[in-house]
Nanobody
Framework: QVQLVESGGGLVQTGGSLRLSCAAT????????MGWFRQAPGKEREFVAT????????NYVDSVKGRFTISRDNTKNTVYLQMNSLKPEDTAVYYC?????????????????WGQGTQVTVSS
């Protein structure tokens, strides 16, 4: 079965950087679009970034544009989220997710598989 395992979360000060990784197993990684979502305490899960199967198309929520970068390495079956200039409002559990087709999507309902999440905390 498909498994997605996130890593790289932690505690960082405002203005700092983190790189999240999501390693996928269970089916051919390069066939599927990937996404990152986050959920802060007391809030609904929200879209952060998405990337298509080959990495040629990406999309971001407005609040992270210019600060976050999604990328993938299909030889390593891994998707990344480079987060720079972090702000306290970026504090959340970050989840990676995998679609069952090649197209990037901002809708959580379009994703089939989800990881367990990794905590990111940005201190002020």
């Amino acid at each position: 079965q498909v498994q997605l395992v996130e890593s790289g979360g932690g505690l960082v000060q405002t203005g700092g950087s983190l790189r999240l990784s999501c390693a996928a197993t269970g089916r051919t990684f390069s066939n599927y679009a990937m996404g990152w979502f986050r959920q802060a305490p007391g809030k609904e899960r929200e879209f952060v970034a998405t990337i298509n199967w080959i990495g040629s198309i990406t999309n971001y929520v407005d609040s992270v544009k210019g600060r976050f970068t999604i990328s993938r390495d299909n030889t390593k079956n891994t998707v990344y989220l480079q987060m720079n200039s972090l702000k306290p409002e970026d504090t959340a559990v970050y989840y990676c997710a995998q679609r069952s087709n090649t197209w990037a999507s901002v809708r959580s309902s379009d994703y089939t598989y989800w990881g367990q999440g990794t905590q990111v905390t940005v201190s002020s």
